[in-house]
């Protein structure tokens, strides 16, 4: 992926998990981000009315737009109807079309493949039409299927995007690529037989493209299993196959949560890769964190035991979370804390307290800290939350909270801080509609966590 998409990524999300550097604001960005929308309906915005819109493209575009940063964004390439092959034929042939941008149509316009080379990001969403084509609806309402044709679609579809995503990178190699997968365009059919092979049918087709997508070093989003959930309020208009701008924000958030998830997973990869020193502790080598504690241990941010174990599983306390973290990212104090509980422990960890409590992190609780007191999932999300906050200048505010029924009960910061991590793919539920905030952290979570934010320094 394109280094400049990191950016891109950080300035969506107040610089990701844990920012600790003011060098990449908004404000300050001397290159604009250049974003692409190629294929058909659905990539030009057209809603539920027939009618061109804000589609998913557009609802991505105005995310970074949002953050006051220079974007340059069209989607005047994308055309309802347009099939694969009419996609890898505007390339080859390169097709110039009016642009189209969050402001609408503009009177200038643009030669693909010279916006293929200008592009941080193309999305790209198509496929659909080369099967409908096998898709019969009578007058009555029945539906047909024309197998032969469906499955020569689907491999039709396979080799161009093949050909698609060769010619895009013949371009631009370093472009990041978005494919957004296909639904169950007529989920108001009420014959159980005709779902199922509808339903058949997405799911092959989604494999067939997300294989080709994946190969080619693409992020292929997932979006019929999250449509289906509430399809009178995503699909509302029986009678037509497009989404309504609530269903094309469910693809845009789909989109960005897989985009920063690999950005995340090539930051990992990226760190753990070029780290030389193994730890040397005897419980970690068929753990799954073992990567990230090498990472934290060869930087010094974290240590073992005297045992020569790492003891991965184990709880952390409130005084080894701060003082790694302030460790981690150079937090200073320049006065003693204000706890008289703490004068016990070594002056490394006081200072780091100290740090974390005049940076925000960390509140006054009659003039104690418990350090020996468990972090907690939901406290730890604060933590990190008031770090971003103090950091990028503002809190982070989401466009809804996280689907998690067992945190109504947390006060507003404390939902706003596990939304910011789940929204950003760091943390995940424990199922789809629980958190768990009062679980206790472990050492490998932790370490974890601070490798994803120590690769942006």
């Given at each position: 992926?394109?280094?400049?998409?990191?950016?891109?990524?950080?300035?969506?999300?107040?610089?990701?998990?844990?920012?600790?550097?003011?060098?990449?604001?908004?404000?300050?960005?001397?290159?604009?981000?250049?974003?692409?929308?190629?294929?058909?309906?659905?990539?030009?915005?057209?809603?539920?009315?027939?009618?061109?819109?804000?589609?998913?493209?557009?609802?991505?575009?105005?995310?970074?737009?949002?953050?006051?940063?220079?974007?340059?964004?069209?989607?005047?390439?994308?055309?309802?109807?347009?099939?694969?092959?009419?996609?890898?034929?505007?390339?080859?042939?390169?097709?110039?079309?009016?642009?189209?941008?969050?402001?609408?149509?503009?009177?200038?316009?643009?030669?693909?493949?010279?916006?293929?080379?200008?592009?941080?990001?193309?999305?790209?969403?198509?496929?659909?039409?080369?099967?409908?084509?096998?898709?019969?609806?009578?007058?009555?309402?029945?539906?047909?299927?024309?197998?032969?044709?469906?499955?020569?679609?689907?491999?039709?579809?396979?080799?161009?995007?093949?050909?698609?995503?060769?010619?895009?990178?013949?371009?631009?190699?370093?472009?990041?690529?978005?494919?957004?997968?296909?639904?169950?365009?007529?989920?108001?059919?009420?014959?159980?037989?005709?779902q199922k092979q509808l339903n058949m049918l997405v799911t092959n087709l989604n494999n067939s493209m997300k294989r080709i997508v994946?190969?080619?070093?693409?992020?292929?989003?997932?979006?019929?299993?999250?449509?289906?959930?509430?399809?009178?309020?995503?699909?509302?208009?029986?009678?037509?196959?497009?989404?309504?701008?609530?269903?094309?924000?469910?693809?845009?958030?789909?989109?960005?949560?897989?985009?920063?998830?690999?950005?995340?997973?090539?930051?990992?990869?990226?760190?753990t890769d070029s780290e030389i020193v193994k730890a040397p502790f005897t419980d970690i080598q068929n753990h799954w964190s073992k990567?990230?504690?090498?990472?934290?241990?060869?930087?010094?941010?974290?240590?073992?035991?005297?045992?020569?174990?790492?003891?991965?599983?184990?709880?952390?306390?409130?005084?080894?979370?701060?003082?790694?973290?302030?460790?981690?990212?150079?937090?200073?104090?320049?006065?003693?804390?204000?706890?008289?509980?703490?004068?016990?422990?070594?002056?490394?960890?006081?200072?780091?307290?100290?740090?974390?409590?005049?940076?925000?992190?960390?509140?006054?609780?009659?003039?104690?800290?418990?350090?020996?007191?468990?972090?907690?999932?939901?406290?730890?999300?604060?933590?990190?939350?008031?770090?971003?906050?103090?950091?990028?200048?503002?809190?982070?505010?989401?466009?809804?909270?996280?689907?998690?029924?067992?945190?109504?009960?947390?006060?507003?910061?404390?939902?706003?801080?596990?939304?910011?991590?789940?929204?950003?793919?760091?943390?995940?539920?424990?199922?789809?509609?629980?958190?768990?905030?009062?679980?206790?952290?472990t050492r490998a979570q932790i370490a974890k966590i601070l490798v994803l934010a120590i690769n942006k320094q």
């Amino acid at each position: 992926m394109k280094k400049f998409s990191v950016l891109l990524a950080l300035v969506l999300f107040l610089q990701l998990v844990l920012p600790f550097t003011n060098i990449v604001q908004a404000e300050d960005e001397s290159k604009s981000f250049h974003y692409v929308a190629l294929g058909d309906s659905l990539a030009a915005g057209m809603n539920e009315n027939g009618e061109i819109g804000f589609g998913y493209a557009d609802l991505l575009a105005k995310q970074y737009q949002d953050q006051k940063s220079q974007i340059v964004f069209n989607k005047g390439f994308s055309y309802p109807g347009y099939t694969t092959v009419d996609v890898l034929k505007g390339i080859e042939e390169n097709v110039t079309k009016p642009i189209y941008d969050l402001n609408g149509v503009s009177e200038k316009s643009a030669a693909i493949q010279e916006a293929i080379h200008q592009a941080d990001l193309i999305t790209l969403s198509v496929g659909a039409n080369d099967i409908l084509k096998n898709v019969n609806r009578s007058e009555t309402g029945e539906f047909s299927f024309d197998t032969a044709g469906v499955i020569k679609s689907i491999q039709d579809v396979a080799v161009n995007y093949k050909k698609i995503f060769d010619n895009i990178y013949k371009i631009n190699p370093e472009v990041d690529m978005i494919v957004m997968g296909l639904y169950n365009p007529f989920p108001y059919i009420e014959d159980p037989a005709i779902q199922k092979q509808l339903n058949m049918l997405v799911t092959n087709l989604n494999n067939s493209m997300k294989r080709i997508v994946e190969d080619n070093g693409g992020i292929f989003t997932e979006v019929a299993a999250q449509i289906a959930t509430d399809v009178k309020t995503y699909l509302p208009n029986p009678k037509n196959i497009h989404l309504s701008e609530a269903g094309y924000q469910i693809v845009a958030d789909a989109m960005m949560k897989d985009y920063l998830n690999a950005l995340f997973k090539e930051t990992e990869e990226d760190t753990t890769d070029s780290e030389i020193v193994k730890a040397p502790f005897t419980d970690i080598q068929n753990h799954w964190s073992k990567d990230y504690i090498d990472v934290v241990y060869a930087k010094g941010i974290m240590n073992g035991y005297e045992d020569g174990t790492f003891k991965p599983n184990a709880n952390m306390t409130r005084a080894q979370v701060i003082a790694v973290i302030s460790q981690a990212f150079g937090l200073t104090a320049k006065n003693k804390a204000p706890f008289n509980d703490i004068s016990h422990y070594a002056q490394q960890t006081q200072n780091g307290i100290a740090a974390a409590y005049e940076a925000g992190l960390i509140k006054e609780n009659n003039g104690n800290f418990n350090p020996q007191g468990k972090i907690t999932r939901s406290q730890l999300a604060l933590i990190l939350m008031r770090l971003s906050t103090v950091q990028a200048g503002q809190q982070y505010e989401p466009a809804k909270l996280a689907p998690f029924q067992d945190i109504a009960n947390y006060d507003r910061e404390a939902q706003l801080a596990i939304t910011f991590l789940y929204d950003t793919g760091v943390v995940q539920g424990t199922s789809a509609t629980t958190f768990s905030p009062k679980s206790n952290v472990t050492r490998a979570q932790i370490a974890k966590i601070l490798v994803l934010a120590i690769n942006k320094q």
